[in-house]
């Protein structure tokens, strides 16, 4: 599997982040939302944990579940329709579920902080940059308006906005696609959190600006020892900067492994799957190899494995058992019957191995 060396990662700093505490996890999440009158869970029994100084990534399918988990972690769904359906959101052993909004705004932009997909819609766009982002600074740390600018000042220029004093009170619109990410990230990270959600923060950038973002990034977890949770349906992302990845489908996850487990030896059928799918520099669009079908509505969850109605391994018995997530050695998870060990069913053609990553 080839990397960009920009990310910094290797077996050394794989070895060090193991090391490192907890600084988020998830136990059994479950998110509903209320539809017709009814609640429907659209993340369920959600587990998995990031240390400090890694990057966890989370991947899949658009409606797999990926966003409304980071949303939940935050505790920005509406109340009107969507609820915590149980589970723990424990950010360095302290559950954050039972907290009070109070509570939740002064750990938002500050413990914990959300890197979101379009920036020109998160920011506002009457404000000139630099004060949003002493404005966020102000809401967690007791300093006054010219402290709060000179802190926002070199949060611009950290993530390496050209002339950042003069842009200091340009407006979104004057920024580049591109930029606009950097002062996302500027302001997600000005408060210093232990935790970055970044959901799919580089979809709408072309392949330069990405890597530039990616390197960014990487640099600065390394710089401040942060736990990244890195939300993408991009493999290609993943590759470059995750150090372990679980895999969403339907609201859960159907596999957790390191990167290097993931890509060359994939075990779920769904990620077999993706992988397949991608898109290669070294061959065209016509050998790509799509996934039938489409994630179930969460008003239509099948009642046994979830991925059953697409899978071209699936048993008489996936359809009426929903699998649990178990390990396969080597911190190597996955929620399914026919490869699950021990299970009884005939054996599975075993799991491919596609070609090393180009990215």
């Not at 240390?51 to 935050?74: D, I």
């Not at 006054?144 to 611009?156: I, N, P, T, V």
């Not at 990034?217 to 990845?245: C, E, P, S, W, Y």
């Not at 009426?320 to 026919?338: D, F, I, M, S």
Request: charged residues 20%; hydrophobic residues 45%.
């Amino acid at each position: 599997m080839v990397r960009t060396d920009s990310t910094g990662r290797g077996a050394d700093a794989e070895a060090h982040a193991d090391k490192q505490p907890v600084a988020l996890e998830l136990r059994d999440l479950r998110t509903e939302f209320r539809i017709g009158g009814q609640w429907h869970a659209a993340v369920r029994d959600v587990s998995f944990s990031v240390r400090r100084n890694e990057t966890l990534a989370v991947v899949g399918e658009s409606g797999s579940g990926k966003s409304v988990t980071a949303l939940s972690v935050l505790r920005l769904l509406p109340a009107t329709g969507a609820r915590h359906g149980g589970g723990q959101i424990l950010l360095e052993g302290r559950d954050l579920a039972p907290l009070s909004e109070k509570e939740m705004a002064r750990l938002r932009g500050d413990a914990l902080a959300m890197i979101f997909q379009e920036p020109m819609t998160s920011l506002n766009p009457t404000m000139r940059v630099g004060d949003q982002i002493a404005e966020a600074i102000r809401q967690h740390r007791k300093v006054s308006w010219k402290e709060a600018r000179a802190e926002a000042l070199q949060a611009l220029e950290e993530v390496k906005i050209p002339a950042a004093a003069s842009r200091y009170d340009d407006y979104p619109h004057q920024f580049s696609g591109g930029m606009r990410q950097r002062v996302m990230i500027a302001m997600a990270l000005a408060c210093k959190p232990k935790v970055l959600l970044a959901d799919e923060p580089t979809t709408a950038l072309d392949v330069t600006i990405q890597a530039q973002i990616l390197s960014l990034l990487a640099d600065l977890k390394t710089a401040r020892g942060m736990a990244v949770v890195f939300i993408t349906h991009n493999l290609g992302v993943v590759a470059q900067i995750a150090d372990r990845v679980a895999v969403m489908y339907a609201g859960e996850v159907v596999e957790t492994a390191d990167v290097d487990t993931l890509f060359a030896a994939p075990t779920h059928p769904y990620t077999e799957a993706l992988l397949h799918a991608m898109p290669r520099v070294d061959t065209d669009a016509e050998s790509l190899d799509p996934i039938p079908g489409s994630v179930p509505a969460i008003t239509a969850i099948p009642a046994g494995c979830a991925y059953a109605p697409r899978c071209p391994l699936k048993q008489p018995v996936c359809e009426t058992t929903r699998p649990a997530l178990n390990g396969v050695g080597g911190g190597h998870a996955v929620r399914c019957l026919v490869r699950a060990p021990g299970n009884g069913l005939p054996a599975a053609p075993a799991p491919g191995s596609p070609s090393e990553v180009q990215v």
